[in-house]
């Protein structure tokens, strides 16, 4: 395990349909993170796991988007009747949190799902 | 205003040249202060990372802190063509493991 990986690395959909992506944490990380990232922008949160607890949500995290990470490992976040502005790249990260105050929370990412809605 | 601001660029420099890159920010709470490189089409990658403020140093790369000024800044010395990249500076508060991140500077080392 080198690193953390997502699928598919990209994504055609029409506008209307359910896309699905997942998202493989590095193995001993018990924390992932959903971000968004559009042309010409940093990286937007979406969301966090500690283990398979979901503990915080953007307000970016339209009703039609959900995520999951059953049994805490990998994660899916699905995006429901697309839109063409949910259009771009969605990026997971993950990080080992150990509970003592040194912890700095590194994150890593991996490649990203590169999403076009036509 | 965005809580973290950051100059898109491109900028570009010949091989060799020093590299300055700078964030601002507004909120005073952010304490851990990063750096990531991002290729195209790729995940950010972590560069530095830093706690407070002061200097922290890892081979060409140097990260500056200065809260009082809410400005950090990575400078790049004998900079080469692989690293032309985009420059993400990211910051977070203690009691958050969100880090905001600011929009990139492109950056451009021309041969």
């Known amino acids: 395990d080198t690193g953390v990986s997502q699928d598919p690395r990209h994504k055609i959909t029409k506008r209307g349909q359910n896309v699905t992506f997942r998202c493989d944490p590095i193995?001993?990380?018990?924390?992932l993170y959903w971000y968004r990232q559009t042309l010409g922008q940093g990286p937007e949160f979406l969301t966090y796991f500690q283990n398979e607890a979901q503990l915080e949500k953007s307000r970016l995290l339209s009703d039609r988007f959900s995520a999951e990470r059953p049994k805490g490992s990998f994660s899916t976040l699905e995006i429901q009747r697309t839109e063409q502005g949910d259009s771009a790249m969605y990026l997971c990260?993950?990080?080992?949190?150990?509970?003592?105050?040194?912890?700095?929370?590194?994150?890593?990412f991996g490649p990203g799902t590169r999403l076009t809605v036509l | 205003q965005k809580e973290v601001e950051q100059d898109p660029g491109p900028l570009s420099v010949p091989e060799g040249a020093i590299v300055s890159l700078n964030c601002t920010y507004s909120?005073?709470?952010?304490?851990?202060f990063m750096w990531y490189r991002q290729y195209s089409r790729k995940g950010p990658e972590l560069l530095m990372y830093?706690?407070?403020?002061g200097n922290k140093e890892d081979g060409r790369f140097t990260a500056q802190v200065d809260k009082s000024s809410k400005y950090i800044s990575l400078f790049i010395r004998d900079s080469q063509p692989s690293d032309s990249a985009t420059y993400l500076c990211?910051?977070?508060?203690?009691?958050?493991?969100?880090?905001?991140f600011g929009r990139g500077t492109s950056l451009i080392v021309h041969p």
């Open positions: 909120n005073s709470a952010f304490q851990y």
């Open positions: 193995s001993e990380h018990n924390r």
């Open positions: 830093t706690y407070s403020s």
């Open positions: 990260a993950s990080s080992h949190e150990s509970g003592l105050a040194t912890s700095t929370d590194t994150q890593y």
């Open positions: 990211a910051m977070s508060s203690g009691g958050s493991y969100i880090p905001t």
